[in-house]
């Protein structure tokens, strides 16, 4: 089935800096999706794209669906404590609208 | 309720038990999903729940698993005969539409079995 590679697997940053990750796959996406997870609790949608080349902001949040449709990047400015947790790329998968396909994620350590 | 609501949030079982998981997606969404999230790993498609139709259950591992829903409301998971690869956090969601943006995910139900 379609597979999402997350890299890189952890990161860990000190408070201001810039983070940036990414996603990629074998086979096309017509939707990227980025989720955050914090700990205990269920992922929570963070931006959806549905366009190549697509660059969509959601305040220090900035995510751009490549032009390949197989990979999707998410950026986070001014990195502050909060922004500890699990980031995912999900997408809908096996030719449905509701069925996600998630990556491993990246986890994400903000030292104060 | 406000949000999608499972319990219990943690449960513990002995190898061999059967075990139901239950969630409350949030009043008025049609489609309901659940998924497992092992750890260190991304989610899992398990089963899907769209209003009347017939359940979309291609992502169910083995015949142990097994769901239903009462109308569009209170959805079961039930694990029979739980072994420990079954050790997980299993995440319900629930949507307006099936579509994946709209998905609201509850906290989940961590599963240990031992």
């Known amino acids: 089935g379609q597979q999402l590679n997350q890299s890189p697997q952890s990161m860990f940053i000190q408070e201001g800096e810039d983070v940036s990750m990414n996603c990629t796959s074998s086979s096309i996406f017509n939707t990227w999706l980025w989720y955050k997870q914090d700990p205990g609790e269920g992922p929570v949608l963070l931006i959806a794209?549905?366009?190549?080349?697509e660059l969509t902001s959601n305040g220090r949040l900035t995510a751009q669906f490549g032009t390949t449709r197989k990979d999707s990047f998410l950026n986070i400015s001014a990195s502050i404590p909060s922004d500890v947790g699990i980031y995912f790329c999900?997408?809908?998968?096996?030719?449905?609208?509701?069925?996600?396909?998630f990556g491993k994620g990246t986890l994400l350590t903000v030292n104060p | 309720g406000a949000g999608v609501s499972q319990s219990p949030s943690n449960k513990v079982t002995e190898k061999g038990k059967d075990v139901e998981l239950r969630c409350d997606p949030i009043s008025g969404h049609t489609a309901l999903y659940w998924y497992r999230q092992r750890l260190g790993q991304g989610l899992e498609f398990l089963i899907y729940f769209q209003g009347n139709s017939a359940p979309d259950k291609s992502g169910l591992p083995s015949d142990r698993f097994s769901a239903e829903r009462t109308g569009e409301s209170v959805s079961t998971l039930t694990i029979q005969r739980t072994q420990q690869e079954d050790s997980a956090v299993y995440l319900c969601?629930?949507?307006?539409?099936?579509?994946?943006?709209?998905?609201?995910f509850g906290s989940g139900t961590r599963l240990t079995v031992v």
């Open positions: 999900a997408g809908p998968s096996g030719g449905s609208n509701y069925k996600l396909t």
């Open positions: 969601a629930s949507s307006l539409i099936g579509t994946g943006p709209g998905y609201t």
């Open positions: 794209l549905y366009k190549a080349g």
